[in-house]
């Protein structure tokens, strides 16, 4: 059974930093195309990061870019994002996601998620 369990989560005032984890269970994370979503209540759900399954391509919103810093982990089966200045407008529940489409920003193409994480930044 795959399972990807999020964590790291939290209240952090505007210039921030925040580090959350995607730990998986039941495929590989080296093996498939993994990224971060992030989505308000009322809004569609948003691509954040992602680092492909061949060649460790990292790709980026342009919303995030020099600031949020997407990682894997392969010996712990587990990938990151360091958010680094954080704003308001990056207030969000972030998911975790996995999928073998090729660096892939749209949240229909991937095929397993994991639990959202509230990440909330005061001004």
């Known amino acids: 059974q795959v399972q990807l369990v999020v964590s790291g989560g939290g209240l952090v005032e505007a210039g921030g930093s925040l580090r959350l984890s995607c730990a998986a269970s039941?495929?590989?994370?080296?093996?498939?195309?993994m990224a971060w979503f992030r989505q308000n209540a009322g809004k569609e759900r948003e691509f954040v990061a992602g680092?492909?399954?061949?060649?460790?391509?990292?790709y980026y919103a342009d919303s995030v870019k020099g600031r949020f810093t997407i990682s894997r982990e392969d010996a712990k089966n587990t990938v990151h994002l360091q958010m680094n200045s954080l704003n308001p407008e990056d207030t969000a529940v972030y998911y975790c996601?996995?999928?073998?489409?090729?660096?892939?920003?749209?949240?229909?193409?991937?095929?397993?998620w994991g639990q959202g994480t509230q990440v909330s930044v005061s001004s």
């Open positions: 680092i492909s399954w061949i060649g460790r391509r990292r």
């Open positions: 996601a996995a999928g073998t489409k090729w660096a892939s920003t749209l949240h229909n193409e991937y095929d397993c």
């Open positions: 039941g495929l590989t994370t080296s093996s498939y195309t």
